[in-house]
């Protein structure tokens, strides 16, 4: 199994522009979830899921929008780069309420 | 409202010597918390959870629901325990919320 996979690892990006990070996991799980880590403040909830079709705003939402189209794919949508979003992005995906939470790899976004 | 409150950004103590990692939180309902680490340019993942009440790494943490604290615990530190380290409390059915983490270093 590949676990959760996030696409790309690295990204620059200019004030304005949009991307989509994305993130797959193949082992059917229902819940998964967007932080994003920055020194000193932690991991911060973005937006979550709790399964295809459903999704809902996390702590620090502002300037993110998410969709959930299938049940492997969570992709975390930048419609206007901003400075302030230059972070390391986590997906991560669970089972289910009470199991564990496998994260992906990262991605670096950098807003210049 | 939930918060997890790690009070030590960084950590530093010798191989050999003990660590101890706070964690507090806050939450109305029954908790269920967590220890997840990352290495260096590696993915979160996790080292134990208080359900399950195992060693892992030789680290231990027990929940002290009177204290509200889920500390971390390891009797003599290894150079390959390097690394941040962050509590996570399950809030309600859906979220996970994370403290801010604290880097430790084990110095040889």
């Known amino acids: 199994n590949a676990g959760v996979t996030q696409t790309p690892k690295f990204q620059v990006l200019k004030t304005g522009q949009s991307m989509t990070l994305q993130c797959a996991q193949d082992m059917n799980h229902e819940y998964m979830s967007w932080y994003r880590q920055d020194p000193g403040m932690g991991l911060r909830l973005i937006h979550y899921s709790v399964g295809a079709g459903i999704t809902d705003q996390g702590e620090v939402p502002n300037g993110y929008n998410v969709s959930r189209s299938t049940t492997e794919d969570f992709p975390l949508r930048l419609l206007s780069a901003a400075p302030s979003q230059t972070s390391v992005y986590f997906c991560?995906?669970?089972?289910?309420?009470?199991?564990?939470?496998?994260f992906g790899q990262g991605t670096r976004l950098t807003v210049v | 409202a939930q918060r997890v409150t790690q009070p030590e950004k960084l950590l530093s103590v010798f191989k050999g010597a003990p660590v101890e990692l706070k964690c507090n939180y806050s939450y109305s309902g029954s908790p269920e918390l967590f220890w997840y680490v990352q290495y260096s340019r590696q993915r979160l993942q996790l080292l134990l959870r208080?359900?399950s009440r195992e060693s892992i790494k030789g680290f231990t943490a027990d929940l002290n629901k009177g204290e509200t604290s889920f500390h971390l615990k390891k009797p003599f530190a290894q150079e390959e325990d390097s690394a941040m380290y962050y509590c996570?409390?399950?809030?309600?059915?859906?979220?996970?919320?994370f403290g801010k983490g604290t880097k430790l270093t084990v110095n040889p």
């Open positions: 996570a409390l399950r809030s309600g059915s859906e979220k996970l919320v």
């Open positions: 208080h359900i």
């Open positions: 991560a995906s669970r089972l289910d309420s009470s199991t564990e939470a496998f």
